[in-house]
Each structure stands twice: as C-alpha cells, then as structure tokens.
C-alpha cells in the first residue's frame, strides 16, 4: 500500500512541480496531495457510482410525499364537498320538516275549523229539531185545551141546560166547571 501511496504522491509532485519547491515540508504536502486525491477519487466514485441511486431515491421519495400531499388535498378537498353537501341536505331537511310542520298545522286548523262548523250544523239542527217539536208540542197541547175546552163547554152547556137557573146559580155553574177543569 505504501508503494502505491509513493507513487501517486510522485505522480502530483511532478504534476505540481513549482509547488513543491515551497517551504512546505515534503510530508506536509505529500499528506496534503494524498487527501486531495482520496477526495476527488471520493468525489469522482459517488459521481459515477451512488449519485443516480442516491438521486432516484430522493425523486422516488419526492414523488412518493407529492402523491401524498396531492392525495391529502383530493381528500380534504372531498371532505370539504361532503361537509357542504351535507349542509346542503340538513337545510334542505330543515326546510321540508318545516313545510311538513306548516303543512300539519294548516291541516290541523282546517280540520278544527270543519269540526266547528260540522258541530255548529248539528247544534243548528238540533235547535231546529227542538222548535220543530216545540210547535207541534204547542199545537198539540192547543189542540188538546181547545177539545178540552170544548168538553167543558158541552159539559157545562149540558147541566146549564139541564138545571133552570137564575144569575147567581150559572155563575156558580162556571166556577165549578173552572175548578174542574184546573184538577
């Protein structure tokens, strides 16, 4: 290994030339030749070995985080259509709750309304029902007191006519025939 070293520091010494004619001891500058050429070997190896792996890795990787990052925002993009779309269908929900409470209540109040009216029919009828009755009750008591009074008349007409009397005895003749006619 030695012998390799030599030689490649014999090679940039004759390279250098003037540089070696430096006040800089001969080590110093062979052990700064040697690690400038480690460093370009070094350099020249990951050129031409490790950059393109190293670099498909890291564009591997960069396309792998930009996926990512393009799918959280597709994501987040469609949490946002869901979120508005969801608000959309609760307002639209709220409304037709709305519409189905008007609705029922309007119905409600057209119902109570028809009960009413359905009931005041009855009660109107039932009025005119009774008065019906009432009068035919009227006019058949009317007629009863007219046949009743015509009985009492006949009866009276019969005892007046049956007894000869004076003033006094057909006055008393018609309170006998009242009393009678009040029991």
């Known amino acids: 290994m030695d012998e390799i070293l030599n030689s490649i520091a014999d090679l940039v010494n004759r390279c250098l030339g003037p540089l070696t004619s430096m006040k800089i001891t001969g080590g110093d500058v062979r052990d700064l030749l040697i690690q400038l050429f480690a460093t370009i070997l070094l350099f ?93 009750e009227k006019n058949n008591m009317q007629k009863q007191i007219r046949e009743e009074i015509i009985e009492i008349a006949f009866a009276a007409a019969e005892k007046i006519v049956a007894k000869e009397i004076d003033q006094n005895q057909y006055l008393n003749v018609i309170d006998e025939i009242l009393k009678e006619a009040k029991e």
Do not use: C, M, Y
């Open 44 to 136: 020249v190896i990951i050129r031409f070995f490790l950059w393109k792996p190293i670099t498909n890795i890291l564009e591997k990787r960069r396309e792998a985080i930009d996926e990512a990052l393009e799918s959280a925002k597709a994501s987040k993009e469609h949490a946002k259509e869901l979120e508005d779309s969801l608000a959309t269908e609760l307002l639209e929900a709220k409304q037709k709750v709305k519409d189905l409470l008007d609705k029922a209540e309007k119905d409600g109040n057209l119902r109570r309304e028809q009960l009413i009216r359905e009931a005041q029919e009855e009660a109107r009828r039932r009025l005119e029902n009774l008065e019906i009755e009432l009068e035919q």
